[in-house]
C-alpha cells in the first residue's frame, strides 16, 4: 500500500515539496461542514462533559497537593492574551491577534498539562473505585494520604515521550504514588530529564526517535501485569484531556465579550507531534464553535507527519522518513516522524489547513515574541506564530495562537535560545 501511494504520487506538488524540507501551506481539500466530521471521531459532547466533571472532582486534591493550583480552585487552566505589539510586529494588519498561554499552565508547564494529567487521573479514580477506595461523592482531597500512595504504589504508569507529555505524566503519577516511568527519544531535553528524575520518576533514554521511545514503553509496559501504558498516539482519555480546553477557552471569550460567528472566524494555530493534544483541543473547539472555528496545524519542515498522514490518506502507515525527511528538529515537542491513525482519521474533515516551518523560523520568532510581548516560549510554541501570515486578509479575524510549552524551561536555556 505504502509503496503503491508513493508510486503513484512520484510527481505530486505538495509530496515533492514536503520532500524538498522547504516552507509550505496546504489548504486541506477533505474539510467538511462539523455536522458531517464529527461523526469521525467517535466521541461526542457526552464525553467532553464527563471529563470536564472528573476533573472538577479531583479539584480538591490538584489543589491541596500543588499549591500554585489554588488561585484555580485546582481546575488546571490558562490565561489568553491580545498582543498587540507581536501583531504588529508580526505585519498583520486585519483582525485582532491572541496567545492562548498553554506555556503558563501549572504544574509541568505545557499542554500536556491537560491531557496527560487527565489521563493519569482518570486511571488512579478507575483503580480506587474498583477497589472500593472512593466514591465519586467523596472529597477527593483525601487521596493525598498515605493508605492512597501505598495502595497506587503497587502499580506503575510509563509513557514515550520527547518531552513535555513525559514531564505531565511523570510529575502527577509519582505524586499519587505510582512508580513513574518516562521512555524519552534522542531529541528530549535535558532539562526535562533532570526535572523528572528530581520529582521521583524514573526516565529511560534512547537514541532513537520518538517512535523507538513508545515502542520500548510499551514493551515493557506489556510484561509487567501492574503497569499502565499511557499510548500518545492512540489514547483517547489523553484526547478528552485535551478536549476540555475547547470548552473553556468559549466560556473565557464569553467572559471577555469576544464574538465569534461568521462575521467574526476564529482563527486557530495549533504546533503538532504526533497530534493528540492539538486533536482532542480542536474537537473541542469545534463542539464549543462548530463551522465558525477554522483549526490550522502547524509542523517542522522535517518533521510533517500530520500533514502527510492526511494527504495521503496512509495516516500512521507511513512516515516522514519514508519520504526522505530525517525527522530532526530543536521543536522536540514536534519530533515526531509517524502520526496518531487515530487522530488523523478522527479530524481529517475538521482541519483547514497545514503549514511547516523552518527551525530558523522558530528561533526568529522566539525571539519576536519574548521582545514585544515578554513571554517565554519554547521553540516548539512558536510554530503557531508562523501561520497567522496565512490568514492575514481576513476582515474581523479573530487570530488565537496556541502557545504549547516554555514557562518551565530554565533562564540559562532560554538564554541560549535567545542568542
Known sequence: ????????????????????????????????????????????????DAAMARLQRFAPYIQKVFPETQGSNGIIESEFYRTEQLQKALGIDKGALYIKADNELPISGSIKARGGIYEVLQYAEKLALDHGLLSIDDDYSKLDSEPFRDFFSKYSVAVGSTGNLGLSIGIMSAKLGFKAQVHMSSDAKQWKKDKLRANGVEVFEYDGDYGQAVASGRQQVEQDPYGYFVDDENSKHLFLGYAVAGIRLKQQFDKAGIIIDKQHPLYVYLPCGVGGGPGGVTFGLKLAFGDHVHCVFAEPVQSPCMLLGIYTGLHDEISVQDIGLSN????????????SGFVGQALQRSLTAFYTVEDEELNRLLRVVHETEGLKL????????????????????????WATGGSMMPDAVFAELLK
Open 328 to 339: 530532526h528538529t530543536i521543536a522536540d515537542g514536534l519530533a515526531v516522524g509517524r502520526a
Open 378 to 401: 519554547e521553540p516548539s510554541a512558536c510554530a503557531g506564530l508562523a501561520g497567522v501570515q496565512y490568514f492575514k486578509d481576513i476582515d474581523n479575524a479573530r487570530h488565537l495562537v
Open 1 to 48: 500500500m505504502l509503496t503503491e501511494t508513493l508510486n503513484s504520487l512520484q510527481q505530486d506538488a505538495v509530496l515533492n515539496q514536503l520532500r524538498s524540507a522547504t516552507p509550505m501551506f496546504w489548504q486541506n481539500t477533505k474539510l467538511a461542514s462539523f455536522k458531517d466530521a464529527a461523526a469521525d471521531v467517535g466521541l461526542t459532547q457526552a464525553d467532553v
